[in-house]
């Protein structure tokens, strides 16, 4: 049997908007040899109607929307929020979902170990496992089709991912489209998770992962990059962290080494966005001073759906409006691609084929005295103490 690619390999993301939308069923996703996912198609059963390219939010763009609000915000549940990447703006909506319109959602799950896939559900149980950025890609397996059907039936949906999983969604959602909520993130980019999986068992030979995450937060951060896992087959050293800066995968996920092509010309890298609302890291947080030592959401609100989310949750966190230019020239997501940097040539044959020591020693920049001081400063003095030095300092 002979596939044959549907678009340009550096352009596709891997949505699933095309094999969601075949008529003949004759798209499947393959793994490439970097472990990334990418359609192929069955030519002997394919009837060249054309529908996947008309729907390729990489071929042919998703509507794009200037924003209408912005905010930097936090829950104002500390418990619920606790788990969430910065100030909860993903649980909240999930939640009014959820409990106030018995609807689904659908985001990111880290399953069985490190499987990182999209599933649907419809209880806080189940949306909570979908709490906190996973920095790889996740596999959006038959998400699209269940979504479809969801709004066909007039139940309401909230969909999560990131920018082009949005775009993917929206350019097949034909009915239903005021049931469909969805919030896209601002992203950097996805690293390939199968390969991720392969080198996590090359580099530290776990066999299982459990509770496993990308971010922490604790009384000296507000928000740390370190993994952090529970190996319940041990007794002794059952739970690990590994900091950003001493693996080599993680550090090229922050120096953009090792994303998916196509995010290095990202076309959803831009100020104007394609879901209701986009949700990320607020990077202007000091400004804000009545939310000073909180971790903060930046939530814009780019649609009238995206009002009617926004106004059914607001009661829920304790906000301001907020500066989106500022924001736009802070975090480089809102404005362009990262770069490709040149060892992104090099990094998944780097992965196979070099050992771990060379790996480590290649991927992993070395740390000048600055950094360390300044590391040992964040570990040592709890944010709070550190924002009353500040106050003082400014006093004086
Ligand atoms: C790969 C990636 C890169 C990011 N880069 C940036 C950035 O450069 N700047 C910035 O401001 N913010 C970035 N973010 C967003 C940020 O990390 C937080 O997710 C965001 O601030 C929302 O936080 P929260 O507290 O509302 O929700 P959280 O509890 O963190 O949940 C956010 C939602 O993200 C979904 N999600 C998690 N991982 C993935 C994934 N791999 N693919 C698709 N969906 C996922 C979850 O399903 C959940 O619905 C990135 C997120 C990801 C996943």
Redesign the pocket.
Known sequence: MTNISIISKDNCTGCSACITICPQKCIEMQVDEEQFNYPKIDEKKCIDCGLCLKTCPADAPTQLYDNLEVYAATGKNKAI?E?????????LC?QYVIEKLNGY?C???LEDGLN?K?KIVNTMDDVQK?????????DMENCFEIIINLLKAGKYVLF???PC?VAGLRKIVKKGEDYLFT?D??????PS?YAFSYYMKKMYGEEEYSNFTF?QRNKYLLTSYPYFHENVQKKRDRYKLIEAFEDPFYQSFIEGNNYRESCYTCRYAQARRCGDIT?????NSNAYKSLLGR?L??IVVNTEQGSKLWNGVKEQFEYVIADYEKEVKL???LHEPVNRPNKREDFYYDLKEMGNDDFKEKYCSKRGLKEKIKHFILWHIPVKTRIKLKKLMGRI
Do not use: E
């Open positions: 929020v788990k969430s990447s910065s100030g909860g703006a993903f649980i999930a959602v985001g990111a799950v990182l999209h979908m709490q906190g950025s996973k920095y790889i890609q996740s999560s991912g990131t999983q919030l993130l601002i992203c950097h980019g996805v998770a971010r949700i990320g890291d607020c990077a971790s959401s930046s975090n480089k997501q």
